[in-house]
């Protein structure tokens, strides 16, 4: 069953879900904005164009004829996908899913007012005088993120009266895509962050949950996740409640990292990304039968999933850059490898700049290892890798 895949979007996420799919054979076209991208880098072929224009993808999936589009970042002209399920072609997870989810204003909503979902009181704004007016009815404190954007670009909080022209900016330069929106939150006052990788299938066969993974973030980026999180029963339930009710309204197959806060008053929907997280390069430490994008993989070819078991507890902790290169260099990977029960990942990118996301470290141990020591032992880790301008 080779299968030929347009992936659109070659960061790290995308190599390791080209790499699941190479060693069941599958074909791959890894797509981006620019040439030796990390999944270009093991793909069977690649394609630079500008993603946001919909006259290019269609000429790129016209010239390939793919089985399967896989969007794997917010900025690609996602409306052009409704007509490419028309011409029979499967956007993973579907059409709906990757328009609604590249966008925060759809995504939430559908969660906050069609579904009923708890999450944080929020407002939009086009201007700086519309960021004012929402503030001032969210109130400060407050988070503002752009309505497209990836990897924590252009968000910000506000804490003071004065943040707010600073905010919109960043806001503005954070922006993927030709859409300048943002949205504005109310800080939700929560205790622990998490995210719930949740994998839904063809076939009938029943939506599955990974073991919650816990994740800690700055500049609006995860710097280090664990897997699994301390969650409580009823917490882990209400979560797979919302997660399932959210997917099942996107539809399609595939993996979605559903981000959720978990506070005194319950559990709190923050986001969705209809594709493996960042987050989740923790389950390249073994810490699942299947890591996130092998499942995403066997959902998509509607391959059935028996069970998602975790086998060990682990973490991962970010390798990143401090300065701007064309030809960035790695010192301390000797350090790093001879360390037991630790692994890493170093991406291929081809340039760097300050807090790009270089590499990540991964940890395990035992399941009966507090999940404390082996984050520390990630961080650890990761801090003896060094990249080099």
């Keep these: 069953m080779n299968k030929k895949i347009l992936l659109l979007g070659s960061g790290e996420l995308g190599k390791e879900f080209v790499i699941a799919a190479q060693r069941i054979g599958q074909t791959i076209i890894a797509v981006d904005s620019y040439a030796g991208a990390p999944a270009m880098q093991v793909a069977d072929a690649f394609e630079v164009i500008n993603m946001l224009d919909g006259a290019e ?24 996908f409704y007509d490419y399920e028309k011409q029979g072609i499967t956007v993973v997870p579907s059409a709906k899913a990757a328009n609604f989810t590249m966008n925060r204003k759809a995504i939430r909503d559908l969660a906050a007012k069609e579904l009923g979902l708890r999450t944080a009181n929020y407002r939009y704004a086009t201007t700086k005088e519309e960021l004012e007016k929402a503030v001032s009815e969210v109130g400060i404190p407050c988070v503002v993120k752009p309505l497209m954007s990836s990897s924590g670009k252009g968000q910000s909080t506000i804490k003071t009266q004065e943040d707010i022209e600073k905010a919109w900016h960043y806001a503005v330069e954070g922006s993927r895509g030709d859409l300048i929106e943002v949205i504005v939150e109310a800080f939700v006052n929560f205790h622990a962050e998490i995210t719930l990788l949740t994998v839904t299938q063809n076939n009938g066969l029943p939506t599955l ?13 995860y710097q280090e996740s664990w897997q699994p999180a301390k969650v409580s029963d009823e917490d882990i339930l209400e979560a797979q409640d919302m997660a ?17 806060f978990l506070t005194n008053e319950g559990v709190y929907f923050s986001e969705l990304s209809p594709r493996p997280h960042d987050t989740g390069m923790v389950t390249l430490a073994g810490t699942q039968n299947f890591n996130e ?14 069970e998602i078991t975790l086998e060990r507890n682990g973490a991962s902790a970010v390798i990143l850059a401090t300065e701007n290169s064309e030809n960035p260099t790695f010192e301390g990977i000797e350090n790093l490898a001879k360390l037991p029960k630790t692994d890493f990942r170093l991406f291929g990118k081809p340039t760097s700049r300050p807090y790009r996301r270089m590499g990540v470290a991964l940890t395990y141990d035992t399941i009966e290892t507090p999940i404390e020591s082996i984050v520390e032992k990630a961080k650890e880790a990761a801090r003896l890798i060094k990249v080099n301008a």
């Design 57 to 80: 993808l269609d000429k790129i999936v016209a010239k390939h004829q793919p089985d399967f589009i896989v969007p794997e970042i917010e900025a690609i002209r996602t409306e052009r």
């Design 209 to 221: 949950f990974c073991p919650p993974i816990g994740h800690r973030q700055e500049r609006g980026d």
């Design 293 to 306: 994008f092998e499942l995403h993989l066997r959902a998509i070819l509607s391959l059935p999933i028996a």
């Design 244 to 260: 399932r009710k959210v997917t099942e309204a996107l539809g399609g197959a595939g993996l979605f990292g559903v981000e959720f």
